[in-house]
């Protein structure tokens, strides 16, 4: 059941800029880590980023340090995923989830966590 709902995507050249959105009605996000993950055809789902609940711990992995940025607007009810210098191997489908443990070098993703449906993100010339 989709708990979540991710906005934001689309089509954008090499380096370029997008910001991704995810929002629920169903629950306050800032009671919960929240985890960015994308799928590329043919690939297994990355864990591309995550925030801790109390804002302090964020995640990134390395194929994405210094490029991408995870924030919250709370008053918004809103996680975004700032995501710059993008490269072709950044396309992908890119989900939202809440239910998450998230630590500066990793997360853990619970069997229970609720997800979106997804946005696309091409990336190309």
């Known amino acids: 059941q989709v708990q979540l709902v991710e906005s934001g995507g689309g089509l954008v050249q090499p380096g370029g800029s997008l910001r991704l959105s995810c929002a629920t009605s169903?629950?306050?996000?800032?009671?919960?880590?929240i985890g960015w993950f994308r799928q590329a055809p043919g690939k297994e789902r990355e864990g591309v980023s995550c925030i801790s609940s109390s804002d302090d711990i964020t995640y990134y992995a390395d194929s994405v340090k210094g490029r991408f940025t995870i924030s919250r607007d709370n008053a918004k009810n809103t996680v975004y995923l700032q995501m710059n210098s993008l490269k072709p191997e950044d396309t992908a489908v890119y989900y939202c989830?809440?239910?998450?443990?998230?630590?500066?070098?990793?997360?853990?993703?619970?069997?229970?966590?609720?997800w979106g449906q997804g946005t696309q993100v091409t990336v190309s010339s």
């Open positions: 169903k629950f306050t996000l800032d009671d919960y880590a």
């Open positions: 989830a809440a239910e998450l443990m998230c630590g500066s070098g990793s997360y853990y993703l619970y069997d229970n966590a609720y």
